[in-house]
């Protein structure tokens, strides 16, 4: 079973930066397309950007131009590079497959201040 494990967040300005990592445990990490969601508190969770084991990515609309997923096969990992932050991206950060999901990590909390 693949398991998932997110790191890399914090508290941040508005305006600064963060790079989160997703790292998976198995083989066939490779194959897999992978995303990142985030929950903010009361909200459901959200998929924001996704990118396929060909590395074509796709992004929530309010995170196009600041937020940039990509991975290393070789590594097993998956990044989230988040730039400008906004208050509003504040929420636990998980990665996961776009569907028929994996077991869920514990997420990383990001804090963005005003």
């Known amino acids: 079973q693949v398991q998932l494990v997110e790191s890399g967040g914090g508290l941040v300005q508005a305006g600064g930066s963060l790079r989160l990592s997703c790292t998976a445990s198995?083989?066939?990490?490779?194959?897999?397309?992978m995303g990142w969601y985030r929950q903010a508190p009361g909200k459901q969770r959200e998929l924001v950007a996704t990118?396929?084991?060909?590395?074509?990515?796709n992004y929530l609309d309010s995170v196009k131009g600041r937020f940039t997923i990509s991975r290393d096969n070789a590594k097993k990992q998956v990044y989230l590079q988040m730039n400008s932050l906004k208050p509003e991206d504040t929420a636990v950060y998980y990665c996961?497959?776009?569907?028929?999901?994996?077991?869920w990590g514990q997420g990383t909390q990001v804090t963005v201040s005003s």
């Open positions: 996961n497959r776009p569907s028929r999901w994996l077991n």
């Open positions: 990118i396929t084991s060909g590395r074509t990515t």
């Open positions: 198995g083989s066939i990490f490779s194959f897999y397309d």
